[in-house]
């Protein structure tokens, strides 16, 4: 399975972009990477998913360079709802095993 | 409607009890999922099953049994609990094979063994 790193927690200010990074240096062929999103005393929500270059839809962007190795979740015009963990989630579709990352905790600010 | 739901909300028990916890989607997804979220926000799968079938028993004690009556219903039950099983336990589902990327999450279920 492939592992994944991303920061522990980020801190922004309304109306700023933010950008969160994952690493999976050892993803798979077949792996597609998503992001999901949680608030507390909530279940994780999808927000995106990507296998390689650019995704965007109404919520975020996703980045993945060539290599795969990693992917950049963007988040454009942050507001105080968007106070929440964000994980990275690597997923072997032909093996029927995906990876959640450790989250990270971003926190914007007024 | 709510797409996955999960019963109790909140669970409350002694150590060495047994529980169980209901989920069911209304999603008509193939695939159904367990997950235990610790303290620390830890998300990690336990089981998933497709169409009944179980495909994916990670490395969970044999304390802890899965039965899917049918393909819309997972319940998770734990025999002689323990303390380190409190946790939140979350049933998610998903439209295909166990993996696929967009799986959707019930509200959880809040354990506390005492």
């Known amino acids: 399975l492939a592992k994944t790193t991303q920061p522990i927690s980020m801190d922004s200010y309304e109306g700023q972009e933010v950008n969160i990074t994952c690493s999976h240096n050892?993803?798979?062929?077949?792996?597609?990477i998503t992001w999901y999103q949680q608030f507390p005393s909530q279940g994780p929500r999808f927000i995106i998913q990507?296998?390689?270059t650019k995704v965007t839809n109404e919520v975020a962007s996703l980045f993945i360079p060539a290599d795969r190795k990693s992917s950049t979740l963007s988040l454009p015009r942050v507001s105080l709802s968007d106070t929440a963990v964000y994980y990275c989630?690597?997923?072997?579709?032909?093996?029927?095993?995906?990876?959640f990352g450790d989250g990270t905790t971003l926190t914007v600010k007024p | 409607d709510t797409a996955v739901s999960q019963t109790p909300k909140y669970l409350v028990t002694q150590m060495g009890n047994d529980k169980s916890i209901k989920c069911e989607q209304n999603?008509?997804?193939?695939?159904m999922y367990w997950y235990k979220q610790d303290s620390k926000k830890f998300l990690k799968i336990m089981f998933s099953y497709n169409n009944k079938e179980l495909i994916i028993n990670e490395t969970v004690p044999n304390r802890f049994s899965p039965k899917s009556p049918d393909k819309a219903h997972l319940n998770l039950h734990i025999n002689s609990l323990e303390l380190g099983d409190s946790a939140v336990y979350f049933c998610?589902?998903?439209?295909?094979?166990?993996?696929?990327?967009?799986?959707?999450f019930g509200p959880g279920t809040r354990l506390t063994v005492l």
């Open positions: 989630l690597v997923g072997d579709t032909n093996a029927g095993k995906s990876t």
């Open positions: 998610a589902s998903s439209r295909g094979l166990a993996g696929e990327p967009e799986q959707f």
């Open positions: 990507g296998y390689k």
């Open positions: 999603l008509g997804h193939d695939t």
């Open positions: 050892n993803i798979a062929t077949n792996d597609y």
